[in-house]
């Protein structure tokens, strides 16, 4: 698509001796909008500052943007807190290992219950909720749907849930609620020391 410069946005720059800008682009031949960059154009701020850039969720502010840049200091500490991939690095597929899959993906209790299921119907039609969807991803991942076969996956997951290497549901759940916590408390304090760049539209 071909694009134009359709006008630029500035701010001043902390130290108030240069400015900050970004240009923004508009379609050529149907409508469509794009931004550019943000450049701090002043030589003392841009060995102080690298911008970040976040996107607004919920209603747009007043100045319209979809996203909100911040000047953050040069070197301030990256988030080293606790984090799911961290803890459990290796993602497993459920064509690469369906009761590891299971196993990452359910509680013990739902798993239980999936299995009654299956162990009181007659195909697999019958399921429902998690039995059927765990079914389903079966199908996708296996290409069957033979009960037995999903029975089988479901009480070897159950048989290996707690001594499984890679992080069972509930073992995942406790690290991601401690990263979400960990970082929401990162970002308040990060908050303090960045600067909203307020551009003029
Ligand atoms: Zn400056």
């Known amino acids: 698509m071909r694009m134009e410069e359709s006008y ?13 800008f970004q240009k923004h ?18 030589r003392d701020c841009n060995s102080k500052f690298v911008i ?7 209603p747009l502010l007043s100045d319209h943007r979809r996203n909100a840049y911040y000047l953050t200091p040069i070197g301030y ?23 590891g899959w299971l196993i990452e993906n359910y509680t013990e209790e739902s798993l239980n219950n999936a299995l009654n299921q299956i162990n009181n119907a007659s195909s697999s039609k019958m399921l429902k ?16 749907v033979r009960l037995n076969k999903i029975k089988e996956a ?6 290996q849930y707690n001594s499984y290497n890679n992080g069972n549901y509930l073992q995942r759940q406790q690290v991601l ?4 916590i960990a970082r929401s408390t990162y970002k308040e304090e990060k908050r303090k020391h960045q600067i909203l760049i307020e551009f003029d539209r």
Do not use: M
């Not at 682009?25 to 154009?41: F, K, L, N, R």
């Not at 970040?52 to 919920?58: I, K, L, N, V």
């Not at 597929?93 to 369906?98: D, I, M, S």
């Not at 479901?154 to 048989?159: A, D, F, M, T, V």
């Open 8 to 20: 630029t946005s500035y701010a001043s720059c902390p130290c108030g001796k240069g400015k900050i």
């Open 25 to 42: 682009y508009e379609g050529v031949d149907w409508y469509s909008e794009e931004d550019g960059p943000v450049t701090i154009d002043c």
């Open 52 to 58: 970040e850039e976040e996107s607004r969720s919920g």
């Open 77 to 99: 500490p990256r988030y080293e807190g606790p984090e799911v991939i961290k803890a459990f690095p290796k993602i497993t597929y459920t064509n690469e290992n369906f009761v």
């Open 129 to 144: 909720g998690i039995a059927a969807q765990i079914s389903n991803i079966h199908k996708k991942a296996c290409h069957s």
């Open 154 to 159: 479901i009480e070897l997951s159950i048989l």
């Open 177 to 180: 609620l401690k990263e979400e």
